[in-house]
């Protein structure tokens, strides 16, 4: 049977590099798009910066850009601008993630693509938005997280002012690139009007942190700072076992009355009885389960709250992933040959009836799909001259 993802028939026009654009569009190959990858001659960094069976194909870049196609062109000739702007004509979506002073020089700003192919979605992937201060200022994952709080949340946490140990901003940024896109793409559906979008990193994780944190200081006047107290106080951490380490959240009234029942713990007394008595003391009441956890293993502990319907895991490395048992029951690896050999993918978090996304294949060589890709267009270009 012929794949047909929720987004197949849909053509994007990728001028995005390192992580926040790629994973968008990555995304979106999986769910059947066609993806035209359009790199300079030196190709996406992200092909250069980890682990690959071979140069140019690192391990980050052929995880974020699977089942894409590489068309190399040099936007500095008129040759390569020409050729992008017949791209354009046959596209749903064109996609970057220059600054936009960088995209506006080369001739491909929306007013520019939209004048070509007027029904065009058109999605600006920047730092910070440009109807702020610091719109065109240079950004990266680090510099982000920084100015949306979250090396001061980890301070909190840990006495040291740190970043997460995961590029968040990148990801959450290409998410929200992701919904905004197919939300512009809903719209045109129904109206037959293309229209620009833009996904800044800033703003997209100003409004990620503040959807708990902004607790009292969203209200005027103020009833408090800017912090969500059960994810900042210090003794929020996996729990250390007699053997390991456990996490677990003993959180509703029902989870906590069960917890108590059966562990019989000799500090829960009345003051703990309700979230919202818990909620005031939650550092308390994150010691005292810390010391009783030590008590048992992490076996004894895993047996017990799931008994009780108690959401508990223990504390696995990156590595446990690969041979996770849901997620092999669940067939979420995907096993893609290559031109390089075979990769072992994770597949698409989302499940649909009838439209399923899949692993879209392997990522591309630099350049790889030039000639296919132009030379399908030029014929289609010129049968429609014949055919006129």
């Known amino acids: 049977m012929e794949y047909a993802g929720p987004l197949s028939g849909i053509r994007v026009i990728d001028l995005t590099a390192m992580v926040m654009g790629p994973y ?83 001739g491909f700003g929306y007013a520019e693509v939209a004048a070509v192919n007027p029904a065009i979605v058109y999605t600006n992937c920047y730092g910070y938005g440009r109807r702020g201060r610091d719109a065109g200022r240079a950004a990266y994952d680090d510099t982000i997280q920084a100015e949306c709080g979250l090396p001061s949340v980890q301070q909190q946490l840990t006495g040291t002012a740190s970043y997460v140990g995961t590029i968040m901003a990148d990801k959450i940024a290409g998410l929200t690139a992701l919904y905004a896109t197919t939300m512009a793409l809903f719209h045109r559906e129904r109206t037959g ?19 708990e944190h902004a607790n009292g200081a969203m209200f005027d006047p103020p009833l408090g700072t800017a912090a969500y107290p059960r994810a900042v106080t210090p003794n929020r951490r996996p729990y250390r076992t007699a053997d390991g380490h456990i996490a677990a959240l003993v959180y509703n009234d029902k989870q906590w009355a069960a917890f108590v029942d059966a562990v019989h713990p000799p500090w829960a007394g009345r003051e703990f009885a ?23 293993t ?33 067939g979420f690896f995907e096993t893609v040959d290559g ?24 990522a591309p060589r630099l350049g790889a799909d030039t000639e296919e890709v132009v030379g399908r267009m030029r014929a289609a270009e010129a049968d429609g001259r014949v055919r006129g």
Request: glycine share 8%; proline share 7%.
């Open 298 to 330: 992490t076996g004894e502990w895993l047996e017990l709250l799931h008994a009780l319907d108690i959401p508990a895991a223990p504390v696995r490395s990156l590595d446990d992933l690969f041979d996770n048992p849901h997620l092999l029951d669940a």
């Open 24 to 106: 968008c569009t990555q995304i979106m190959a999986d769910m059947g798009a066609e993806v035209v990858k359009i790199e300079p001659p030196g190709g996406d960094n992200t092909r250069y910066i980890s682990t690959g069976p071979e140069r140019g194909m690192a391990g980050v870049f052929v995880n974020v850009n699977r089942g894409k196609r590489s068309v190399l062109l040099d936007l500095r000739t008129a040759d390569g601008r020409a050729t992008l702007r017949e791209l354009v004509t046959g596209a749903d979506v064109f996609i970057h993630s220059m600054r936009a002073a960088a995209i506006d020089r080369l």
């Open 339 to 362: 031109p390089y050999g075979p990769v072992r993918f994770p597949g698409p978090p989302t499940w649909f009836s009838r439209t399923p996304g899949r692993v879209a294949g392997p």
């Open 193 to 211: 009007e293309g229209q620009e979008v833009e996904v800044a990193m800033f703003e997209t994780m100003a409004a990620f942190m503040l959807v």
């Open 274 to 296: 309700t979230l919202e008595q818990r909620a005031a003391r939650i550092d308390t009441v994150y010691a005292r389960l810390a010391e009783t956890f030590a008590e048992r």
